[in-house]
Nanobody
């Protein structure tokens, strides 16, 4: 199993920046695909960015503004958020999937399907004021 702990959320003004971190620990964590999701009030949870062996993926709404990355040991996932907009306000969740498990990390089918990921963090709140 893998445990995920997010941090770095907070309140910023529009146009500002914020960097989220996700500390991952557990069995063979380096072999997991990972991503960031977010959920705003009265909205569906949506994929923001993800890292797979096939490359990185970004939601159209954050392309050019957000950047997803990992440390060398792949034990920490980051989400650098720049030029933040009020529409980015949401609870942000870190997710991980077992790369070799059936139905997981299938980026070539649906990169932002929540079914790609079997483990989830507790979430960190991001609030962007206008």
């Amino acid at each position: 199993q893998v445990q995920l702990v997010e941090s770095g959320g907070g309140s910023v003004q529009a146009g500002g920046s914020l960097r989220l971190s996700c500390a991952a620990s557990g069995y063979r964590v380096s072999s997991y695909c990972m991503g960031w999701f977010r959920q705003a009030p009265e909205k569906e949870r949506e994929g923001v960015a993800a890292i797979y062996t096939g490359g990185t993926y970004y939601a159209d709404s954050v392309k050019g503004r957000f950047n997803i990355s990992q440390d060398n040991a792949k034990t920490t996932l980051y989400l650098q958020m720049n030029s933040l907009k009020p529409e980015d306000t949401a609870m942000y969740y870190c997710a991980a999937g077992e790369r070799y498990a059936a139905g997981k990390c299938r980026w070539w089918e649906k990169p932002f399907s929540s079914q790609n990921f079997g483990y989830w963090g507790q979430g960190t709140q991001v609030t962007v004021s206008s």
